[in-house]
Each structure stands twice: as C-alpha cells, then as structure tokens.
C-alpha cells in the first residue's frame, strides 16, 4: 500500500473514492490552506485519472487497518465516496469510524428508478442475471465491471458485447465475445448507436445511478430493448448526502444550506 501522510495543517479529510463524486470532492477541496485532504483508491484501475490532491492507493487492511490508518494520520473526517456497489469498504468505514471515534459521512448517489418506457427485470445479482438471459441465444450488451462479466462464463450461449475499463483479459471465456474498452460518460446517442450496430437485444447493468452512465438506460429505452438492472448491494446507515457538494456543506464549506441527510440507498 503507498502511505501518503497528510500535511500538518487544518482539519484532516480522508475521500474513499473511485467515483466521478470522490473526485468532484477532491477538486473542490484542493489547494485550500485549512485543510489536509487524502483521496483513497482501491488501486482497481491501473491509470486512474490524476487529482489534484495527494492520493493513496490500494487496501488498508479490513476495518481494522482503515480504523489504524485513521488514528496513525489524525483524520478528522471520513468522507464515504465509494461506488453504490463497493459495500465491503463501506461497511469497514462505517466500523473503522466508529472505532477511531471520528465523523462520517457517506455521499450516497440516488439510484436510478424506471421511467415509463423502460423495460427493466430487476435482479439480485449478476449470477441471476446470466441465468435470467435464458437458454436461447440473444445479443447480450454486458455494461459492468471486469470482475462481475466472469459471472457470464455460465451461459455460454449468448453473443457478448462487454464493456469495462480496464481490460477483460480470459475472465470471461465464452465463444461469441467482442471486448470494449471504455470510460465513461457516455452520451445516449452514442449508446443507441453501438446497440444498433451490434444488434443489442438486451443490456445488463449494475444500478448505479448518476449521470455519466445513464445513457445506455435512455439508449435502451428509446429502442425498447429490455435492461436486466441488478439491485445495489446494502450499505450501512449513516448520514449521508447525494453529492459533492452536500460533503461540502457537512464540511462547512458549502452555501451554509442545513445539511441534507438521505437514509442510505
Ligand atoms: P469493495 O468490494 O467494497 O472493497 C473490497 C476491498 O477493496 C476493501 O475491503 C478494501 O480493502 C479495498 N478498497 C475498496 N475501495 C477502496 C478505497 N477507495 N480505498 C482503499 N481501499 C479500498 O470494493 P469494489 O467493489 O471492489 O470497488 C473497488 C473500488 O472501485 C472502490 O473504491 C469503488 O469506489 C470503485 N468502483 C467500484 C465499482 C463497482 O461497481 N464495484 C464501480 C466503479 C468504481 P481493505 O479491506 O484491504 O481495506
């Protein structure tokens, strides 16, 4: 794990991040004299774009190793901006902050929720989802992560069209596979475009929510091509805000607006 201590000065934030919000968050807060800011990486992506704060990079260690990180660099506040489907890290913050006694709080984006003309069939996880493809070969766009398409090794069947950041490498070892590789956002034009060229019949994707991939959704609902939307995994209650700029404001640094505080999603 690389150790970047915090300078000595101001109050001492940590950013769990690998999210479009935990870089937002760290660009606001850059180059501010009253405040020490840390962005974490798990270390998943092997070019993550540079912030301009100073960042570390890989585990701590389970809860325990976060809560002795939090103590060794006299953190002050934990900042939660994880991906809605990252729920160890969670909840190791929720346990580690706890332990070390200081403030968190999460920034919870809003899942996405079904318009009318969507077509979703809601699934628990990307195993159920392979399965609920069904036995007949359909033309399959996988818009999840590297780790989750290993899941689709179980139905061989399908033509897979999979999109991930980094590359897929033999994780998903099926005959019919074209490989993307690719980092958002993505427009909806764009989406229904690649759909249509690669005679999409059915998307799978994690629900996320935000802005920056919600393109596939709209894509999909405009040419009535049903989404398989897998339900986001549980993450502890604590307070919690949809975005930036609600930490801002827990921080103090906001418009001064009373702090939102959202049940987590
Ligand atoms: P996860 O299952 O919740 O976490 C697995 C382990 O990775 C954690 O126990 C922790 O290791 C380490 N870890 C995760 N996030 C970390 C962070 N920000 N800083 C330092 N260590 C971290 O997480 P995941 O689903 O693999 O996601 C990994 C990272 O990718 C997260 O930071 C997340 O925000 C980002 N991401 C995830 C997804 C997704 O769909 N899951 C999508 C986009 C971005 P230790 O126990 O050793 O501390």
Do not use: C
């Not at 870089?23 to 180059?31: K, P, V, Y």
């Not at 939660?80 to 909840?91: C, G, L, R």
């Not at 902050?97 to 984006?109: D, G, N, Y």
């Not at 003309?117 to 033309?139: F, K, Q």
């Amino acid at each position: 794990m690389d150790k970047v201590p915090m300078t000595s000065t101001g109050m001492r934030i940590l950013i769990l991040g690998g999210t479009g919000e935990a870089s937002a968050l760290a660009r606001s807060l850059a180059g501010r004299p009253d405040l020490s800011v840390v962005l974490s990486l798990a270390g998943r992506t092997a070019a993550p774009k540079a912030e301009p704060v100073p960042t570390r990079v890989g585990g701590f260690g389970g809860a325990d190793g976060l809560a002795r990180y939090l103590d060794a660099e006299g953190v002050d506040r934990l900042i939660d901006a994880t991906h809605p489907f990252a729920a160890t890290i969670s909840a190791n913050a929720a346990r580690a902050a706890a332990q070390a006694k200081i403030s968190l709080l999460a920034i919870r984006r809003p899942a996405w929720t079904r318009v009318p003309g969507d077509r979703w069939i809601d699934v628990d996880s990307m195993e159920a989802a392979a399965a609920a493809l069904g036995r007949e070969a359909r033309r399959v766009f996988l818009t999840i992560g590297r780790q989750e398409a290993a899941a689709f090794a179980a139905a061989p069947q399908h033509r897979y069209l999979a999109r991930s950041v980094e590359p897929l490498g033999d994780l998903l070892p099926v005959p019919h596979l074209t490989a993307l590789e690719a980092r958002g956002p993505f427009d909806m034009e764009a989406e229904a475009a690649l759909m249509r060229a690669n005679g999409i019949e059915v998307v799978v994707s994690k629900n996320s929510g935000g802005a920056a991939t919600y393109g596939k959704i709209a894509a999909a609902r405009d040419l009535a091509i049903p989404v398989f939307m897998v339900r986001r995994p549980a993450k502890p209650d604590v307070p919690s805000v949809p975005d930036a700029e609600g930490a801002r404001r827990w921080l103090g640094l906001g418009d001064h607006a009373a702090p939102s505080t959202l049940r987590a999603v």
